[in-house]
């Protein structure tokens, strides 16, 4: 068998395009190999977002090149295909994100196969191949955006909104059920404007007619009898439709909203779609219906013209609002993006600043929050066991990106299985939990 290495870098939607090219690697009767010594060809997904991630990206390929010396470029970055090609000339090939086929020839041109592709031994499970634990997955159901946020190159990259058809996303989330997923995470670039660009025209999933909109996704997810998490959710007015069910216990009470500013200011200066809604208004509702819902975001601090009293309206919404997870950053020019042009852009040191006070302020709230859980009882999925304890997550927590729940337990606990603990103790992020023996 030929023998591919594979790294791949960025957001959950890059490593869902990874899934899918080792996939069809392995159906042609590669062999996924762990080291670069027994590679005969290396695959680096890249990452193009902002400049740091760019530098991460360009420094794999280099590393690929220094240890295997045959490597195909692929992802984000590779839609600056001459910029790479200039500091890394020896590459095979460069692609852009989600041109599958094209990577794929591309390691059958390099790397031919041996002998042919025998589907008795050249095994694949139904689910494809996943890079995430077997338990959780993510389902991806467009690619591309229609928004031109003034920070962002993401359009120019992955192109315009194109939805999948929803029979498709329900026939994948069923069979990666059935591989023993116990939470499905939807993502997007926009996960709330899924189907307008069908005119959320309607489909069909086991016969049973679904219209290719947020809502009646969920509703169907919900039937399948998993966690259901949402990520990249825009605040529109018709997302308050999606709170009843998270009330109702259909799918999780947690929404990821990238609100990124609190300054109306700012916000117009981001071109942030949404942007003129009453967002304080809009999560008061929400917790109205749905009380235990845990509300996820994330910010830019140092955007070009942010001035101090913009900072300070940043900081007032967030005690305001008091979210429960929130991620920070501090602004990156990257190359194409609108915003390079603003006047005002704000020096290194004082994005530091306002990124300390940002986190600062942040850590009281969720440090508040998740105090406010201790000798509650909780519903956590086990993760991982480690030196003997359960390392875990709540409805309220993501994989990756938000806390943990650290499980003390008389009785084994296993990976990918549901337990009820009662939490003991907060820190500003995780908790300590002990389990509840039924």
Known sequence: MSTVG????????ALVDSERILTQLRLDGYKISASYEEAEVVIVNTCGFIDSAKAES??????AISENGRVIVTGCLGVHADEIRSIHPQVLSVTGPQQYEQVVR??????????????????????????TPRHYAYLKISEGCNHRCSFCIIPSMRGKLESREIGDVMKEAEGLVRAGVKELLVISQDTSAYGSDRKYKTGFWNGRPLKTDMYDLCV?????GVWVRLHYVYPYPHVDRIIPLMAAGKILPYLDVPFQHGSPRILKLMRRPAATE???????AWRDICPEITVRST????FPGETEQDFQDLLAFLEQAQLDRVGC???SPVGGAKANDLPGHVDDELKQDRWDRFMQTQAGISAQKLKNRVGKDLDVLIDEIKDGQAIARSYADAPDIDGNVFVHSDSP??????????????????LWATHQHL
């Open 329 to 331: 950053f501090q602004y």
């Open 58 to 63: 360009l420094q794999a390929i280099g590393d």
């Open 6 to 13: 594979f790294i791949s870098l960025g957001c959950p939607k």
């Open 220 to 224: 169907a997810l919900a039937t399948l």
């Open 299 to 302: 910010f830019i601090v140092g």
């Open 413 to 430: 606990l296993k990976p990918g299985e549901f337990a009820r603990v009662r939490v003991d103790r907060a820190g500003d992020y995780d």
């Open 278 to 284: 009453d967002t304080l208004v809009r999560i008061n």
């Open 106 to 131: 591309a390691v059958h041109e390099h790397a031919p196969m041996t002998r042919g592709h025998d589907p008795f031994t050249d095994l694949v499970p139904p689910q494809g191949i996943k890079l």
